[in-house]
């Protein structure tokens, strides 16, 4: 074996010199994954081309699905109109951007109401499904048959004898607590289950070449009238029964003209696992009349789209902030361009607030998180890692005027690699969420300049580590 392995050695830097060639070549990324993965496969002669197959590969699929998006999407509005132009002020650049890119318009009639635990959060959400009369559908980047996700897999079966049609998308990589007996029952009863991008081999999470595009969305649509979202996947974690203890997130359910581009999305993802790019979506239809006037409008992303549109709200947000900015994320891995906005509005006089958890609960993300902030809190940002269980809301509120909340984290993955989606909302609750934010940072403890400048050695060593991979976290 050993001499096997010495003669295949000239063959596989050899490979590794033909995968560079073609990121440089071929690839269009970006400078700083370009880099990244030419120094993997130059200093790893051995397994470098393995890593770059399962977590560096372009995705194959943009383009046609771009040309597909744009076909199913003429019958949006492509102008905002006079009432969303009067209430967005200095927010209508970034709305028109997105109504350009997403084919998505800025809506009005909607009512949001967000949950301040996860137990309400799932009470509710569980309530809704038990009332549904004709369609369930659920896209979850984790839906584990436990405590919580088995009583709601319970429920589905009940549900589907009613009549009630019932879609699921789970992903492959998230989404591994769901044994072949359970899948075999689900679709035996007729509820039809997809899986985004599923392992081809057994107890390997990323057994796929495409496994690093997680559809990391969380989303519940029940009759075409309710959705659920947000940060909290289904699952014993999520009520604070996981290795990492009491989780405080964020979920919200949405009535109104915004729930049509969820629906919309999760047709997307459905028609795309079935292959199926020719039918145009049905047009829907909301009774406005019963509706309250809570401006929102959703922000879907992939690596299917031309435009980072994750990463875009982020630096529109930051770039138009004038008196505050406030963000909660589990990861603080921002890209070069989101840094630099946000050092712009420190220098400018805009206060930046960032609340993270105390610990990590991935291998090198702590350390990634005090890098990032690291650039930061010298300029005057003020940091507070939160101490009341682990915090996984994903939450940003600019000025007290506009919150961007919903599935994406403040990182590299949720700007560039996964499927998401989350919302802008503007108007009276983003006080609410404003509040929340206050509140979290109450049950959290500041970083002071001080004590980060004296981090020991090995703190800087692993920073050091941790920003380098930092594209693929």
């Known amino acids: ?139 979850y980047y984790i839906f584990d048959d436990d405590e919580v996700g088995s009583p709601i897999y319970n429920l589905l079966l009940e549900k589907v004898k009613e009549g009630v049609e019932i879609k699921i998308i789970i992903d492959g990589a998230g989404t591994r607590g769901v044994g072949r007996k359970r899948r075999e029952e689900l679709e035996k009863a007729g509820i039809k289950l997809e899986v985004f991008f599923p392992s081809y081999f057994p107890f390997i999470k990323t057994g796929n070449l495409r496994a690093n ?57 459905w028609k795309f696992l079935k292959k199926d790019v020719k039918d145009n979506f049905e047009a829907k239809k909301i009774n406005i009349k019963e509706y309250s006037s809570n401006p929102i409008q959703v922000v879907s992303s992939g690596p299917n789209y031309e435009f980072h549109t994750i990463k875009d709200t982020f630096l529109g947000l930051i ?29 400018s006089g805009v206060i930046v607030k960032i609340v993270i958890p105390s610990v990590g609960d991935h291998a090198f993300v702590y350390w990634a998180n005090q890098y990032f902030y690291g650039e930061l809190i010298e300029l005057g940002a003020e940091i507070y890692k939160y101490n009341d269980g682990f915090i996984h809301s994903k939450l940003v509120v600019v000025d007290g005027e506009v919150g961007f909340l919903g599935t994406a984290n403040f990182d590299y993955r949720s700007m560039y690699q996964n499927f998401e989606i989350s919302l802008m909302i503007f108007g009276e609750k983003v006080g609410e969420l404003e509040s929340r934010v206050k509140e979290d940072i109450s049950n959290s403890t500041r970083v002071k300049l001080e004590e980060y400048k004296a981090r020991s050695k090995k703190e800087k060593m692993m920073e050091s580590i941790s920003k380098l991979i930092a594209p693929i976290l």
């Open 1 to 139: 074996m050993f001499k096997i392995l010495i003669a295949l050695k000239d063959y596989l830097v050899f490979i590794n010199i033909i995968f560079a060639c073609i990121i440089i070549f071929f690839e269009r990324r970006r400078p700083v994954f370009t880099l990244f993965w030419i120094t993997v496969l130059l200093l790893t002669s051995y397994f470098g081309f393995i890593m770059y197959l399962f977590f560096g590969m372009g995705f194959k699929k943009r383009r046609a699905l771009a040309k597909y998006y744009l076909k199913n999407g003429k019958n949006y509005s492509t102008k905002l109109n006079k009432k969303s132009v009067l209430s967005l002020k200095k927010w209508v650049g970034l709305s028109k951007y997105l109504d350009a890119v997403l084919l998505g318009k800025m809506t009005h009639n909607n009512n949001f109401t967000f949950y301040q635990n996860p137990n309400e959060f799932f009470k509710s959400l569980t309530g809704t499904i038990k009332k549904a009369k004709k369609t369930i559908f659920m896209e």
């Open 213 to 269: 595009y997680r559809d990391h969305r969380k989303i519940t649509l029940v009759d075409e009238k309710i959705c659920y979202s947000g940060g909290l996947n289904i699952g014993k974690d999520y009520i604070g029964k996981g290795r990492l203890g009491k989780w405080q997130d964020i979920g919200f359910s949405l009535k109104g003209e915004a729930i049509i581009d969820y629906l919309h999305e999760f047709e997307r993802s």
């Open 319 to 347: 770039m138009r902030a004038e008196k505050s900015i406030h963000i909660q994320t589990p990861y603080f891995i921002p890209d070069e361009p989101v840094l630099d906005a946000l050092k712009v509005a420190l220098l």
